[in-house]
T-cell receptor, first 112, second 112 residues
Framework: EPEVTQTPSHQVTQMGQEVILHCVPI?????FYWYRQILGQKVEFLVS????????KSEIFDDQFSVERPDGSNFTLKIRSTKLEDSAMYFC??????????FGPGTRLTVL | DAKTTQPPSMDCAEGRAANLPCNHS???????VYWYRQIHSQGPQYIIH???NNETNEMASLIITEDRKSSTLILPHATLRDTAVYYC?????????????FGQGTELSVKP
């Protein structure tokens, strides 16, 4: 069964460093998303991406964040200068036609 | 998207049906009811969705009241592996994808 994959599973970084989180969505999907979940809190939407551009972003997704689909298979989330409060689980999701979204296992980001 | 209300927690005996309620009294006519679950900090997993009619798939059944103001997710024979947080989300399908807004969900504990 096809699935969304994410790497790394755990990323530890120093405050102020740049991180790139990687996702491989399901191959025939057209819509891509990033969400995050701070420990003990709700899953929060960050950004959606369709047709090689951002279709929607939340208030959390400020200038420190960017997304890219560098080739036909990868979808990345970059945080330019990490802050302590960026520590969270980051989930990538994809959907075929914008309906049910399939989530990856997540990357746990720890900012020290 | 309309707000949904779910009980914070429920218990269910293994092998019995788990009935998880959701209120969505302000749901609009073009909003679907989606159910996802999250097993212990894994990525959310899509379960089922519906608009007006009752729906069934290999995982669960979804019963939507005639006025669409509430719904019930039914896991017919709950197992220990169904222990998770279950999210009911009212979600309008967008042509360019659409963010899912997660609440706190219902924490279902299936007990032996």
């Amino acid at each position: 069964e096809p699935e969304v994959t994410q790497t790394p599973s755990h990323q530890v970084t120093q405050m102020g460093q740049e991180v790139i989180l990687h996702c491989v969505p399901i191959s025939n999907h057209l819509y891509f998303y990033w969400y995050r979940q701070i420990l003990g809190q709700k899953v929060e939407f960050l950004v959606s991406f369709y047709n090689n551009e951002i279709s929607e972003k939340s208030e959390i997704f400020d200038d420190q964040f960017s997304v890219e689909r560098p080739d036909g298979s990868n979808f990345t989330l970059k945080i330019r200068s990490t802050k302590l409060e960026d520590s969270a689980m980051y989930f990538c999701a994809s959907s075929e036609v914008g309906d049910e979204q399939f989530f990856g296992p997540g990357t746990r980001l720890t900012v020290l | 998207d309309a707000k949904t209300t779910q009980p914070p927690s429920m218990d269910c005996a293994e092998g019995r049906a788990a009935n998880l309620p959701c209120n969505h009294s302000t749901i609009s006519g073009n909003e679907y009811v989606y159910w996802y679950r999250q097993i212990h900090s894994q990525g959310p997993q899509y379960i089922i969705h519906g608009l007006k009619n009752n729906e069934t798939n290999e995982m669960a059944s979804l019963i939507i009241t005639e006025d669409r103001k509430s719904s019930t997710l039914i896991l017919p024979h709950a197992t220990l592996r169904d222990t998770a947080v279950y999210y009911c989300i009212a979600h309008r399908f967008y042509n360019q994808g659409g963010k899912l807004i997660f609440g706190q969900g219902t924490e279902l504990s299936v007990k032996p």
